[in-house]
T-cell receptor
């Protein structure tokens, strides 16, 4: 059974602090995605990770992929309130096969 | 702003009504998807169309009927829905063979069944 596990599911962090969200996936997928969703809004693509050791950064967010460990991480540096949202990782496959989503991590950045 | 456009943004309907959700993309993507998302849950796949043909139906009840009139349009016809069908319905599209491209999601239709 395809399974994507994220942890933590809830994260409350202070502004200025660093933290990491973990995403474990169950199969030898060839791509891993990170999405952000604000309440009542759609999913916004953040990162596409395709190969072992891939690292991508955008602002205060950095994502990495370890295909051998079947692990992706989303690292938050010096959090700000605007980063408050739900973050989903999703495992992808070749062809037009649908994504398998994790349960999401609800991040709340507080002053 | 997203490149996948969904209408309407909000829909309230009774259990005996018939309505349709619409989705449009002009990115040349050949795969289109319908997802259902309940509050505080991840999206759940409903249907996948590939080259205008239904390729995946995730055992969705027949009260939901998808249609893909052409490569840019995707509809979801609704009939005799139940209160538990209230959710955010998301449309997405992706590029054939586009490994380095994510699925692009529309803003969704928030559906409430009375």
């Amino acid at each position: 059974e395809l399974k994507v596990e994220q942890n933590p599911l809830f994260l409350s962090m202070q502004e200025g602090k660093n933290y990491t969200i973990y995403c474990n996936y169950s199969t030898t997928s060839d791509r891993l995605y990170w999405y952000r969703q604000d309440p009542g809004k759609s999913l916004e693509s953040l990162f596409v990770l395709l190969s072992n050791g891939a690292v991508k950064q955008e602002g205060r967010l950095m994502a990495s992929l370890d295909t051998k460990a079947r692990l992706s991480t989303l690292h938050i540096t010096a959090a700000v309130h605007d980063l408050s949202a739900t973050y989903f990782c999703a495992e992808g496959f070749s062809g037009n096969t649908p994504l398998v989503f994790g349960k999401g991590t609800r991040l709340s950045v507080i002053a | 702003d997203t490149e996948v456009t969904q209408t309407p943004k909000h829909l309230v309907m009774g259990m005996t009504n018939k309505k349709s959700l619409k989705c449009e993309q002009h990115m040349g993507h050949r795969a289109m998807y319908w997802y259902k998302q309940k509050a505080k849950k991840p999206p759940e796949l409903m249907f996948v169309y590939s080259y205008e043909k239904l390729s995946i139906n995730e055992s969705v009840p027949s009260r939901f009927s998808p249609e893909c009139p052409n490569s840019s349009l995707l509809n979801l016809h609704l009939h005799a829905l139940q209160p538990e069908d209230s959710a955010l319905y998301l449309c997405a599209s992706s590029q054939e063979g586009g490994r380095n491209q994510p699925q692009h999601f529309g803003d969704g239709t928030r559906l409430s069944i009375l």
